[in-house]
């Protein structure tokens, strides 16, 4: 144990650092500390995936349902229906071959999306004299 006076390398280095301004300006200086909800384990690691954009990581089968359910948001952008189409129709194509070869992490099946339907929704969201 240190006694009074004694100074260990740990506390000597994070003294020199301070000095030095290496802890000025920090991103979250004198913010409090996020540390999630305290009745999900993972929290972290979802603040992780959100933080590094690390969608990328997901299994497959999670990605093409995370893709699925944000279908609208990526066809906002979209001006023709042709386009449109053939976005859902890729996306369909991949979680078909998702289902059929189930490559990566737990089998979780999802349906593909339903063309007309989806196209239909899109339609609704489009300023008037589009399609």
């Known amino acids: ?13 994070i003294r ?12 979250g200086a004198g913010k409090p500390l996020n540390l999630g909800d305290p009745n999900d384990e993972l929290w972290w690691v979802r603040r992780k995936l959100k933080d590094e954009d690390l969608s990328a990581a997901l299994p497959t089968s999670l990605q093409l349902r995370k893709e699925k359910a944000a279908i609208q948001d ?3 952008g979209v001006r023709s229906a042709q386009l449109a189409k053939e976005l859902i129709e890729d996306l369909n194509a991949r979680i078909r071959d998702a289902n059929v070869r189930q490559v990566e992490g737990v089998p ?3 349906a593909p999306l339903d063309v007309e339907a989806t196209l239909e929704e899109w339609r609704a969201g ?3 004299g589009r399609s």
Not at 1 to 13: A, H, K, T
Not at 16 to 27: I, Q, S, V, Y
């Open 1 to 13: 144990m240190s006694g009074p006076g004694f100074e260990n390398w740990i506390d000597r280095q």
């Open 16 to 27: 020199e650092a301070t000095e030095r301004g290496e802890f000025d300006n920090l991103p």
């Open 74 to 76: 990526a066809l906002a």
């Open 108 to 110: 979780i099946f999802t």
């Open 126 to 128: 489009q300023p008037r």
